[in-house]
């Protein structure tokens, strides 16, 4: 059987952490789609395009990495792709905290989807997409947090 992962976000923008994760992640299952979860009535500082834009630049050198866009819950986009896994990062115990709970509830919701998380690198913990967009608001060059793939104006 092949082992098929999701690993979903918003990626609003795209950071070095989640890139990091998904070469990572890669090399553990036969097919990783990057998942981005889309709610109409969230609001995001980037399009849905720029975001599934940037992640299939990033991510054209890995075949066996994708990119999808999917609306509602995490475990009904899983099941439609026959996937069992979740991918998470995880960079501190806040983090920890959160995507316990998620995965717990995720559990609920699906036995059989197990959740797989993956500690940072020390030197990308730092690195949240809701900080580098106050960086961006405030016209800041955060080219050290975001793959040279993200192209984002200061
Ligand atoms: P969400 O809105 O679902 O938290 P994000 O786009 O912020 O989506 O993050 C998607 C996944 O990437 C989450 O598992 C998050 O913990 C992980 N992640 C985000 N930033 C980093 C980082 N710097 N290092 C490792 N994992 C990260």
Same mark, same amino acid.
């Given at each position: 059987m092949k082992r098929i992962a999701v690993f979903p976000g918003s990626f609003d923008p795209v950071t070095r952490g989640h890139e990091d994760i998904v070469i990572r992640g890669a090399q553990l299952f036969d097919t990783l789609v990057v998942a981005i979860g889309h709610n109409t009535t969230k609001? #995001?500082?980037? #399009?849905l395009e720029q975001r599934k834009g940037w992640l299939e630049k990033l991510f054209a050198g890995l075949p066996n990495v994708r990119v999808e866009v999917y609306e509602g819950l995490t475990v009904d986009?899983?099941?439609? *792709? &026959? /996937?069992?896994?979740?991918?998470r990062g995880l960079r501190n115990g806040v983090d920890f905290d959160y995507? /316990? !709970?998620? !995965? !717990?509830? =995720?559990? $609920? *919701? &699906? $036995? =059989?989807?197990?959740t797989v998380t993956l500690f940072t690198?020390?030197? *990308? /913990?730092?690195?949240?997409?809701?900080?580098?967009?106050?960086?961006?608001?405030?016209? $800041? =060059?955060?080219s050290a947090f975001v793959p040279p793939a993200v192209e984002i104006n200061p």
């Open positions: 609001q #995001t500082m980037f #399009t986009f899983c099941r439609r *792709l &026959d /996937a069992h896994y979740v991918l995507e /316990a !709970a998620i !995965a !717990a509830m =995720n559990k $609920g *919701l &699906d $036995g =059989n989807i197990e690198r020390p030197e *990308l /913990a730092c690195i949240h997409s809701s900080i580098v967009r106050e960086i961006i608001k405030s016209h $800041g =060059n955060v």
